[in-house]
């Protein structure tokens, strides 16, 4: 018997592994791993000293925000998987493949098909215009007040929400896992956060998210070559032999419950694949390589190894079907479902292929994986906090870096202090819907933006703030309205808005918005802008040109 996972206490949805029951449940209790609470320390450790060699480096904002752009094209491909990669990825997909088999493979290529789009589209011009954040391109001849805190606000809900889905996956993850009190992982992953950002800046963060890339795609691979040594090494075997074990039979092969109707599948892949080419964390890793060929290739080395992750992830969901199915070692016996719910078929499936000591490395790992993450969340958020709002718009640009570096590290404590509080608050609560509304508004404020800031010449200051505007509204409003919500959370009879996932409403409200509202702005204002393109076209392509977005 298998654990629906979408109704289940534990819920996984786009982006992060979240939990909704309060505590452990009876029977979900496993030992206390040595092993794993040995790694992760181990990791902490390591992790610690290299921010403590970071912030002997980290002097100016431009260190701060960018590593110095110094990081070379590999090395931030590398760090952006691992900023993408989060334990949803890990853990949640391989669960969804474990439970839904094809529902799975939808969440991998809808989080994939982002990249190229990035690659082509977004990568090399955003370098060329920006300096810290994706606001300093869509600033670049928009007026920066407006624009650019309607992008920081988008920016911070975003964080926010993700963050607070993060934190509660690691309470969640280390209660589960280590034995250790939900509180106190919460409290453990925030200052551990605190110390990487506020002193090691994007250096630290970026050699965390590479350390931590680097073993969570050596334990995939070694989970995924166990399981393919299982069957010869046939994926026509392992498809078939999975289809033999699970009770659906070949129903895995089918969409499921997540694509259940055409509207659903689209807005769905929709808010996966313009959510990942608006999300804030990512954008801002573009400034952390010198030249705009390096960011070029940062997109291209990131699209290979998440690409081949996902391949991992696939191959070890169907493994678990066929390695954990009616296997009472890893069930709970009161219910027959996997202890620790679904999402815990990766970990059961290490313990199995590998012992005790796998399972520690793969625990440790996940656990990793949420610290990185949630580093680069606290970053991104920091940097909208001082940069975008306190530098550019409270200051006019008059903050010197130093100045602006202060309010950075203050912005990161405050943050991180956040993130502890709602982690803890939100512990029994339904956050399924923050990470999905992280989602949507990323691909309905930021991307609209950043992409008409660029290709172009009739967007206005007005066109871009309130066009912006109407796609967060439209995207929380549904979100609220929807089934998530409206019946899950507000326990109401039938939701007003049928869908669940409002990304394809609310990103055509926000282009529509965008348009109709620059070309019926014909003031001065407005001419000087749509002048100004062929100036940001330039420098877009070169790097040369115009003064640039720090003008602003």
């Known amino acids: 018997m298998h654990q629906p996972l979408m109704s289940s206490r534990r819920i996984l949805t786009a982006g992060s592994l979240l939990w909704t029951g309060s505590a452990t449940a009876a029977g979900d209790a496993a030992p206390i791993n040595v092993v794993a609470i040995g790694m992760f320390l181990l990791f902490a450790l ?28 590999f090395q931030n491909g590398l760090a952006i998987a691992g900023d993408y990669m989060s334990a949803a990825s890990f ?22 098909v ?18 810290y954040t994706f606001a300093d391109a869509v600033s670049f001849r928009l007026q920066a007040g407006p624009v650019r805190s ?108 997540l694509v259940a109707d055409p509207v659903s599948a689209v807005s769905l892949g929709l808010a996966l694949m313009f959510g990942t080419a608006g999300l804030p964390h990512i954008l801002m890793r573009f400034f952390t390589v010198p030249d705009a ?70 625990s440790a ?52 202090a956040l993130a502890i509080v709602l982690g803890i608050q939100f512990e029994a609560q339904n956050v399924a819907y923050m990470v999905g509304l992280a989602f ?6 930021n991307f609209p933006i950043l992409f008409l800031s660029m290709y172009w010449r009739g967007l206005t200051t007005r066109g871009a703030a309130l066009g912006g505007f109407m796609g967060l509204v439209t995207a929380v409003t549904l979100m609220v309205l929807g089934p998530t919500v409206w019946v899950d959370v507000l ?10 996932h409002p990304a394809l409403f609310s990103i055509s409200v926000a282009f529509v918005s965008i348009w109709l509202f620059s070309i019926t702005d014909r003031g001065p204002r407005a001419q000087a802008e749509r002048a100004a393109f062929r100036d940001q076209y330039i420098r877009a392509q070169t790097g040369l040109g115009a003064a640039g977005a720090s003008r602003h």
């Open 46 to 73: 390591v992790t610690l000293g290299i921010t403590w060699w970071a912030a002997r480096r980290t002097r100016s904002a431009h260190d701060f925000y960018a590593a110095g752009g110094g990081i070379t094209g």
């Open 91 to 112: 853990l949640g997909i391989a669960g969804l493949v474990y439970t839904s088999g094809f529902d799975g493979l939808i969440y991998s290529i809808g989080f994939l």
């Open 114 to 131: 982002g990249w190229p789009l990035i690659m082509f589209l977004l990568a090399e011009r955003l370098r060329n215009l920006g300096r």
């Open 150 to 257: 309607l992008s920081a606000c988008g920016t911070l809900v975003v964080v926010v929400f993700y963050l607070i889905a993060q934190m509660v996956g690691a309470g969640k993850l280390i209660e589960v896992l280590f034995g250790l009190d939900y509180s106190i992982a919460v409290v453990v992953v925030g200052v551990l956060m605190i110390i990487y950002v506020s002193f090691g800046g994007m250096l630290a963060t970026t050699w965390v998210q590479l350390i931590k890339a680097v073993l969570l795609l050596t334990g995939a691979s070694v989970m995924a070559i166990a399981v393919l040594a299982l069957v010869g090494f046939s994926f026509e075997a392992l498809i078939a032999r999975a289809v033999e074990r699970h009770p659906l039979g070949a129903r895995i092969l089918a969409p499921g419950p």
């Open 293 to 362: 060929r390096e960011a070029r290739r940062s997109v291209f080395y990131a699209t290979s190894f998440v690409a081949y992750f996902y391949l991992l992830i696939f191959i070890i969901g169907l493994g678990a079907v066929i390695v954990l199915t009616g296997e009472t070692r890893y069930t709970d016996a009161a219910t027959g479902l996997l202890r620790g719910g679904t999402n815990m078929a990766a970990i059961h499936l290490a313990q199995a292929v590998g012992g005790d000591i796998f399972l520690g490395f793969i």
């Open 365 to 416: 790992v996940a656990f990793a994986t949420i610290l990185a993450v949630v580093s680069g969340l606290t970053l991104s958020g920091a940097s909208a906090l001082s940069h975008d709002l306190y530098a550019s718009v409270l200051r006019r640009g008059d903050a010197n870096p130093q100045e602006e570096l202060r309010v950075s590290r203050m912005a990161t404590i405050v943050l991180g």
């Open 440 to 445: 949507a508004i990323a691909a309905s404020v």
């Open 491 to 500: 326990k109401h009879a039938a939701p007003v808005f049928p869908y669940k």
